[in-house]
């Protein structure tokens, strides 16, 4: 991954921002969370580390645009980059250690450079279009399992989706097939298990542009599929947020995928 890091400046400035933010997860020095929907909870950090992110890339490029989950879409331009400045918020303010900085540069609507790292074990899953998937600069590749009933599955969901249909069908599926089902509070982390084959496959509902666009591409580039609950696969389906990432011989085992 070295020389990729040298010679994709995308990739280095991202890790940079990355790496310089996450100093503000460690020190954990907030006041409070807030309520900013309906159990939904962010706090001060969120904000900072997001601030702190742009700051480092519109230094360095100046004319690209950012999608963040707390300030919203800012500047006009096909180079975006997506930012969760905390994938996982409750968790975090919870003291469970999992939670995540999701970051992903976007080239004309194109995932190019995704990257992900876990500030409680220093972990960085990083990917480049084409070029692979890594863990701390290692090579990474999906689960090479194809028995349904010996693979473990992680799902997540948010509070306003537990009534959905389509997501208690997927559960009750991997429930009885699976060997068994584990909900952490990142999604763009559980992706990265799903890439790194530490879980057989991840799948949720709803998320957000900025928490999937990292972690899909990490799936991808690791060898998986992503797809929606119908089977989509296109750029612009994965970035509303449905995603099943596995690999592909059980990703043909997932039923309750189907055509809408
Ligand atoms: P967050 O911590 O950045 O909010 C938990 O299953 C996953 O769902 C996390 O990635 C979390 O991201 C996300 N999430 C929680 N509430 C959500 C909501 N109301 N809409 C979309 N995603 C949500
Ligand atoms: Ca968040």
């Given at each position: 991954m070295e020389?990729?890091?040298?010679?994709?400046k995308p990739l280095r400035v991202g890790l940079e921002a990355v790496d310089n933010a996450a100093t503000i997860h460690q020190e954990?020095?907030?006041?409070?969370?807030?309520?900013?929907s309906p159990q939904q909870l962010v706090t001060e950090i969120d904000f900072r580390i997001e601030q702190r992110i742009k700051e480092r890339l519109s230094a360095e490029f100046p004319t690209h645009a950012f999608v963040g989950e707390e300030e919203g879409s800012e500047g006009a331009s096909e180079s975006?980059?997506?930012?969760?400045?905390?994938?996982?918020t409750t968790d975090f303010v919870y003291d469970l250690p999992h939670s995540s900085i999701s970051l992903a540069y976007v080239v004309d609507g194109v995932r190019t450079v995704g990257i992900v790292h876990h500030p409680e074990s220093d972990t960085t899953y990083a990917a480049v279009a084409g070029e692979g998937a890594y863990r701390n600069g290692d090579q990474i590749s999906v689960s090479d399992e194809t028995d349904l009933s010996?693979?473990?599955?992680?799902?997540?969901?948010?509070?306003?989706d537990v009534n959905s249909q389509t997501l208690r069908t997927a559960f009750e599926f991997l429930i009885d097939e699976t060997l068994g089902v584990r909900r952490y509070g990142s999604a763009a982390l559980q992706l990265c298990y799903a890439a790194d084959g530490t879980f057989d496959g991840f799948l949720h509902r709803n998320l957000?542009?900025?928490d999937v666009a990292a972690g899909t591409?990490?799936?991808?580039?690791a060898g998986g599929v992503v797809t929606d609950f119908a089977g989509n696969s296109t750029e612009e389906q994965l970035f509303e947020g449905?995603?099943?990432a596995t690999n592909e011989q059980l990703r043909d085992r997932m039923e309750f995928v189907t055509p809408s």
């Amino acid at each position: 991954m070295e020389q990729l890091v040298r010679e994709n400046k995308p990739l280095r400035v991202g890790l940079e921002a990355v790496d310089n933010a996450a100093t503000i997860h460690q020190e954990r020095e907030w006041d409070g969370a807030e309520l900013k929907s309906p159990q939904q909870l962010v706090t001060e950090i969120d904000f900072r580390i997001e601030q702190r992110i742009k700051e480092r890339l519109s230094a360095e490029f100046p004319t690209h645009a950012f999608v963040g989950e707390e300030e919203g879409s800012e500047g006009a331009s096909e180079s975006v980059w997506y930012i969760d400045p905390i994938d996982g918020t409750t968790d975090f303010v919870y003291d469970l250690p999992h939670s995540s900085i999701s970051l992903a540069y976007v080239v004309d609507g194109v995932r190019t450079v995704g990257i992900v790292h876990h500030p409680e074990s220093d972990t960085t899953y990083a990917a480049v279009a084409g070029e692979g998937a890594y863990r701390n600069g290692d090579q990474i590749s999906v689960s090479d399992e194809t028995d349904l009933s010996r693979s473990l599955f992680g799902i997540g969901f948010s509070q306003n989706d537990v009534n959905s249909q389509t997501l208690r069908t997927a559960f009750e599926f991997l429930i009885d097939e699976t060997l068994g089902v584990r909900r952490y509070g990142s999604a763009a982390l559980q992706l990265c298990y799903a890439a790194d084959g530490t879980f057989d496959g991840f799948l949720h509902r709803n998320l957000g542009s900025w928490d999937v666009a990292a972690g899909t591409l990490i799936v991808e580039e690791a060898g998986g599929v992503v797809t929606d609950f119908a089977g989509n696969s296109t750029e612009e389906q994965l970035f509303e947020g449905d995603v099943v990432a596995t690999n592909e011989q059980l990703r043909d085992r997932m039923e309750f995928v189907t055509p809408s």
